[in-house]
């Protein structure tokens, strides 16, 4: 279930309203002593999270499907880097990590109880009942420490306080979802966000070396796939430090090579800019990473925008021009 990027937080009895967690998406899946966590991109992420599988496998339902955000605490708020770092390939160090920093799941919604009756054709108001019984049923000490009911409700003056008190604690906005509608899987038609800063998922199709120093990267050329399933060049992002221009170069130049903008590429010098500056190198499309921006439009961003972070749990495919409308 997906939602679209909305301006302000709507009104109305047919919505509910939840904070939006700043952690992995996920479906979480346990049937008998198998469990799977799959993130929003379709991955698997149960070898990151050790301390989650061991939790759904001490709760007492035998079978289930939830939905929620995986997050991790650290001094009193959500830390979205202390996520990434368990993106590792080594198993010892992400049970250290588990150890240290465990993660937790925030539930908002439940697919499957612990009948195997599928839920998804339920209106939401009557789903979330259902998970509000299941998490009091699982009750302390089975496996409930790493299950959390995220809260829910139909006011939207408490929307307006979490998008204001929630803040510090890692909400980065609000999610309304339509009460009555069934659970849309991959669409956006009955969930709507509202962020505190606009923000979008993009994909690196290319990128342009530094004019003043030619070893380093200048500049991140950004893209989202249009209707005909093509990656239009719609940007930039290039405020990095020295030293983050130096981590960029080992992660975008062994990509160096790919397909880059399938659809509008990014074009030549113009009266502003120097030759040089019309120069890019084109990347496999398999970097995502999240920007903020102030104004879209004409099918771009009007100005530089602001790189925030890596997301390795979204695939490219899913950076679409949906987001931004």
Request: charged share 30%; hydrophobic share 35%; proline share 5%.
């Given at each position: 279930?997906?939602?679209?990027?909305?301006?302000?937080?709507?009104?109305?009895?047919?919505?509910?309203?939840?904070?939006?967690?700043?952690?992995?998406?996920?479906?979480?899946?346990?049937?008998?002593?198998?469990?799977?966590?799959?993130?929003?991109?379709?991955?698997?992420?149960?070898?990151?999270?050790?301390?989650?599988?061991?939790?759904?496998?001490?709760?007492?339902?035998?079978?289930?499907?939830?939905?929620?955000?995986?997050?991790?605490?650290?001094?009193g708020r959500l830390s979205f880097d202390d996520l990434l770092m368990r993106i590792h390939p080594a198993e010892s160090r992400i049970r250290k990590l588990a150890k240290e920093t465990p993660a937790r799941i925030l539930v908002f919604d439940l697919l499957v109880d612990d009948r195997g009756r599928?839920?998804?054709?339920?209106?939401?108001?009557?789903?979330?009942?259902?998970?509000?019984?299941?998490?009091?049923?699982?009750?302390?000490?089975?496996?409930?420490?790493?299950?959390?009911?995220?809260?829910?409700?139909?006011?939207?003056?408490?929307?307006?306080?979490?998008?204001?008190?929630?803040?510090?604690?890692?909400?980065?906005?609000?999610?309304?979802?339509?009460?009555?509608?069934?659970?849309?899987?991959?669409?956006?038609?009955?969930?709507?966000?509202?962020?505190?800063?606009?923000?979008?998922?993009?994909?690196?199709?290319?990128?342009?070396?530094?004019?003043?120093?030619?070893?380093?990267?200048?500049?991140?050329?950004?893209?989202?796939?249009?209707?005909?399933?093509?990656?239009?060049?719609?940007?930039?992002?290039?405020?990095?430090?020295?030293?983050?221009?130096?981590?960029?170069?080992?992660?975008?130049?062994?990509?160096?090579?790919?397909?880059?903008?399938?659809?509008?590429?990014?074009?030549?010098?113009?009266?502003?800019?120097?030759?040089?500056s019309g120069e890019w190198e084109p990347l496999k499309p398999t970097l995502v990473c999240e920007v903020r921006y102030d104004h879209f439009s004409g099918g771009r961003f009007r100005h530089g925008t602001k790189f925030l972070r890596w997301r390795p749990d979204k695939k490219p495919a899913q950076?679409?021009?949906?987001?931004?409308?």
């Open positions: 279930m997906e939602a679209r990027a909305v301006a302000k937080i709507p009104s109305g009895a047919e919505w509910l309203y939840e904070p939006k967690w700043d952690g992995f998406r996920c479906l979480a899946f346990r049937d008998g002593d198998t469990i799977a966590l799959q993130s929003k991109a379709g991955q698997p992420l149960a070898r990151y999270f050790p301390e989650l599988v061991e939790g759904l496998l001490a709760i007492r339902a035998r079978r289930c499907v939830l939905d929620g955000e995986i997050v991790i605490v650290e001094n599928d839920l998804t054709t339920m209106p939401l108001r009557e789903r979330r009942k259902r998970l509000d019984a299941f998490l009091a049923d699982d009750g302390p000490g089975t496996g409930s420490h790493v299950l959390e009911l995220s809260p829910s409700s139909a006011d939207r003056a408490q929307a307006e306080r979490w998008m204001r008190e929630y803040a510090e604690f890692g909400c980065d906005g609000v999610v309304a979802k339509l009460a009555d509608e069934p659970y849309h899987s991959g669409d956006r038609n009955a969930m709507q966000k509202i962020k505190r800063l606009r923000t979008a998922d993009c994909v690196v199709g290319g990128f342009r070396y530094a004019s003043t120093n030619p070893q380093d990267i200048g500049s991140l050329l950004l893209g989202l796939y249009n209707d005909d399933g093509q990656l239009d060049h719609i940007g930039f992002a290039a405020s990095f430090t020295a030293a983050e221009r130096q981590e960029l170069k080992k992660v975008v130049e062994p990509l160096k090579g790919g397909a880059g903008f399938t659809g509008r590429a990014p074009g030549g010098p113009s009266r502003w800019s120097s030759e040089r950076c679409t021009f949906e987001q931004l409308t």
